[in-house]
């Protein structure tokens, strides 16, 4: 086996190590965040300073969330708001030609 094999194999164990790192962090903050909402609570124990980074990196991916919701909810009403305007104003203007086109490309 050549020095390249063993690098490819070994770069694929470290990508997919990584990736499954990512998915576990990924659920623990979102199971963080449902249990406690966007107020969890960061706890330090100076005798365990490994349970201690990972409870500041769950707290830290909890307030990122939280933020990342608080910015989503006025944006996502905005762009339902401006497609249901969108909606109105085409049954408003709508022609018998326009409809026919409409139905003709997307009601194949």
């Not at 990196?57 to 910015?71: C, F, S, T």
């Not at 401006?82 to 408003?92: D, K, P």
Request: proline share 4%.
């Amino acid at each position: 086996m050549e020095a390249t094999d063993l690098n490819s194999i070994f770069s694929g164990f470290l990508k997919l190590a990584i990736l499954a790192g990512g998915v576990l962090y990924a659920g623990l903050v979102l199971i963080s965040y449902r249990t406690n909402g966007p107020h969890y609570r960061l706890r330090i124990d100076r005798k365990d300073p490994a349970r201690s980074a990972e409870r500041l990196l769950v707290w830290l991916g909890v307030k990122a969330l939280a933020l990342l919701v608080r910015i989503a909810v006025p944006i996502y009403g905005m762009l339902a708001e401006a497609s249901a305007e969108v909606g109105e104003w085409f049954l408003r203007h709508r022609t018998p030609e326009t409809q026919a086109s409409i139905r003709s490309r997307f009601l194949r």
